[in-house]
């Protein structure tokens, strides 16, 4: 993962200079996965991914006349994961009511269902029952 992480945050910088705010953008999503899925302490995973998120975030709403609305979706699917994995539950469910709204401004059905069944989820580790229930109620109708 040390190596794929070099790699993202080389091609980063590659379509910085080269001014493709867009490829940069999904370089930064690249390594928000990344650092996700790296092993070590969460806190860290957290300030990280937020960090990359803060800096995507931008270059996709730059992206074209509307943005790239599923890019932005997707940085805050992996906010809310990194959250999650540091035990923060209710920032996780925050970020991933942002990305479910994108999902949904997106018309991207499958990706707001698995939105829906990540905050059912994320609930039922705050014994948020009712909430855990109507998203995963409401997930299943998609599927």
């Known amino acids: 993962r040390e190596r794929a992480k070099e790699w993202a945050a ?3 910088r590659l379509f910085a200079e080269l001014g493709e705010s867009r490829l940069e953008a999904q ?11 790296q092993h070590g302490n969460p806190i860290n995973a957290v ?3 937020k960090q990359l998120v803060d800096a995507a975030l931008p270059l996709l709403r730059a992206a074209g006349p509307a943005g790239d609305v599923v890019g932005e979706a997707v940085a805050m699917h992996g906010l809310a994961c990194a959250r999650a994995l540091s035990g923060f539950y ?5 970020a991933g009511r942002e990305a479910l709204q994108l999902f949904r ?7 707001e269902a698995f939105e829906l069944q990540c905050l059912a989820v994320w609930s ?5 029952w009712q ?3 109507d ?3 409401e997930a299943m109708a998609i599927y």
Do not use: P, W, Y
């Not at 370089?27 to 899925?37: C, Q």
């Not at 209710?90 to 925050?94: P, R, S, T, V, W």
């Open 131 to 133: 909430a855990s229930r």
């Open 105 to 111: 401004k997106a018309k991207r059905r499958r990706q």
């Open 90 to 94: 209710e920032g996780a469910a925050d």
């Open 10 to 12: 080389s091609a980063r």
């Open 47 to 49: 300030n990280e991914t």
């Open 124 to 128: 039922l580790a705050m014994e948020d």
């Open 135 to 137: 998203a995963a109620e």
């Open 27 to 37: 370089a930064l999503l690249a390594l928000v996965n990344i650092v996700i899925k």
